[in-house]
T-cell receptor
Framework: ETGVTQSPTHLIKTRGQQVTLRCSSQ?????VSWYQQALGQGPQFIFQ???????GRGNFPPRFSGLQFPNYSSELNVNALELDDSALYLC??????????????FGPGTRLTVL | GENVEQHPSTLSVQEGDSAVIKCTYS??????FPWYKQELGKRPQLIID?????GEKKDQRIAVTLNKTAKHFSLHITETQPEDSAVYFC?????????????FGSGTQLTVLP
């Protein structure tokens, strides 16, 4: 298992609400990426944070926003939730050290259900 | 942007047989190609990766081959075991900019029949 952790494990929200998901990166990793994985599909890149700055963004609307803290942990915030936001949200960290700078290690994910 | 296609979407093999999963990518600038295994309800786990300066890489029963000219790469699993049953994802990454974002294929559900 990797050292990447996420909370909460599961979350149920209603349409229009806001949600915050959290990720702690593996020790020594300064880069965190967030992905959305819909049922039966591959993960889709949302955005990436490197040393507290957004470092790339996928094709997701502005109501998906994020933050990275000095300890490299990260948050994903989603406003005005829609039914289609129901998915597994994965964070992945990478950085210098084991596996090399390219290798992304995933957390266990947060399963978000929007009713 | 990058587009990764993965085939087949489902694959059933008998225990002990080999399994091959193929992916193609669209952007010739992509230079890093990892493969992840995801068991039901669990996180994707990296099983092997390859960089564009290498044509083949092997780790015990798992191997990956890369053909840069044709822009495709494949995962080979030999002597399959029931515990190999899972969804496998290929991915590709471009070096452009500094974001190391991965573009994933749609996954292959591998079932190894005992």
């Amino acid at each position: 298992e990797t050292g990447v952790t996420q909370s909460p494990t599961h979350l149920i929200k209603t349409r229009g609400q806001q949600v915050t998901l959290r990720c702690s990166s593996q020790s020594g990793h300064n880069t965190v990426s967030w992905y959305q994985q819909a049922l039966g599909q591959g993960p889709q890149f949302i955005f990436q944070y490197y040393r507290e700055e957004e470092n790339g963004r996928g094709n997701f609307p502005p109501r998906f926003s994020g933050l990275q803290f000095p300890n490299y942990s990260s948050e994903l915030n989603v406003n005005a939730l829609e039914l289609d936001d129901s998915a597994l949200y994965l964070c992945a960290s990478n950085g210098e050290g084991s596996g090399g700078v390219d290798t992304q290690y995933f957390g266990p994910g947060t399963r978000l259900t929007v009713l | 942007g990058e587009n990764v296609e993965q085939h087949p979407s489902t694959l059933s093999v008998q225990e002990g047989d080999s399994a091959v999963i193929k992916c193609t990518y669209s952007d010739s600038a992509s230079n890093y190609f990892p493969w992840y295994k995801q068991e039901l309800g669990k996180r994707p786990q990296l099983i092997i990766d390859i960089r564009s300066n290498v044509g083949e890489k092997k780790d015990q029963r798992i191997a990956v081959t890369l053909n840069k000219t044709a822009k495709h790469f494949s995962l080979h699993i030999t002597e399959t075991q029931p515990e190999d049953s899972a969804v496998y994802f290929c991915a590709a990454r471009k070096p452009s900019g500094s974001a190391r974002q991965l573009t994933f294929g749609s996954g292959t559900q591998l079932t190894v029949l005992p």
